[in-house]
């Protein structure tokens, strides 16, 4: 099976930089991908990254290291819009599995 | 371009009553569909996943049951619902096994 942890919540201030982890154990691995959610929403896809190395979206970056079974998304000049819950999730054979999710509270 | 529905968006339900929700995509054809739940504050379980008509992979084993009965229609079941079936309930479908795509979900409360 799969499981993933993260951590439950991070906090910054507005223009920071944040990082948010995700490891994994997988008994299959096609790629890690990251989701954002905001409150009473659905999640939206942010990245993909099947290889290892940096993926970079604009604001947001993600990282895989498939040796580690390890990822972590880079959220760059936050903004208070970037307040609400990231999820990482596995792509297995025909199925995709989520983190337990973050929590990420943006200041002024 | 590919959209998914999925409704009702919000419901109320007494214990015991039965539940169906309907999910339907459009703008793809054989799609890999998913159910998932989501307790308040809490991650995605995946519940239910179809690869085609009428294959159903179950993940949990509960009080809900999964069908598919066409192509880009994907159905959530209960025939007794029970107050820990209460969450927000999502469906999606995956495009090019990287990025899932979901419905505007279901929050439902078994009361």
């Known amino acids: 099976g799969q499981s993933l942890e993260q951590p439950s919540e991070v906090t910054a201030v507005e223009g920071a930089i944040v990082q948010i982890n995700c490891t994994y154990q997988?008994?299959?691995?096609?790629?890690l991908s990251w989701y954002q959610q905001h409150d009473g929403g659905a999640p939206t896809f942010l990245s993909y990254?099947?290889?290892?190395g940096l993926e970079e979206t604009g604001r947001f970056s993600s990282f895989l290291s498939r040796s580690d079974s390890y990822g972590y998304l880079l959220l760059q000049e936050l903004q208070m819009k970037d307040s609400a819950s990231y999820f990482c999730?596995?792509?297995?054979?025909?199925?995709?599995?989520f983190g337990t999710g973050t929590r990420l509270l943006v200041s002024p | 371009s590919q959209t998914i529905h999925q409704w009702p968006a919000t419901l109320v339900q007494p214990v015991g009553s039965p539940l169906s929700l309907e999910c339907t995509v459009e703008?793809?054809?054989?799609?890999?569909l998913y159910w998932y739940r989501q307790a308040a504050g809490r991650g995605l379980q995946l519940l239910f996943y179809?690869?085609?008509?009428?294959?159903i992979s179950s993940e949990v084993p509960q009080n809900l049951s999964a069908s598919r009965p066409q192509d880009r229609q994907f159905i959530l079941s209960s025939k007794k619902l029970l107050l820990s079936d209460s969450g927000f309930y999502l469906c999606?479908?995956?495009?090019?096994?990287?990025?899932?795509?979901f419905g505007q979900g279901t929050r439902l409360t078994v009361v």
């Open positions: 997988t008994s299959g691995f096609y790629g």
């Open positions: 703008g793809t054809s054989n799609p890999n």
């Open positions: 990254n099947a290889l290892d």
């Open positions: 179809s690869v085609g008509i009428g294959q």
């Open positions: 999730a596995v792509r297995g054979f025909q199925k995709l599995v």
């Open positions: 999606a479908w995956i495009r090019d096994t990287t990025e899932a795509f």
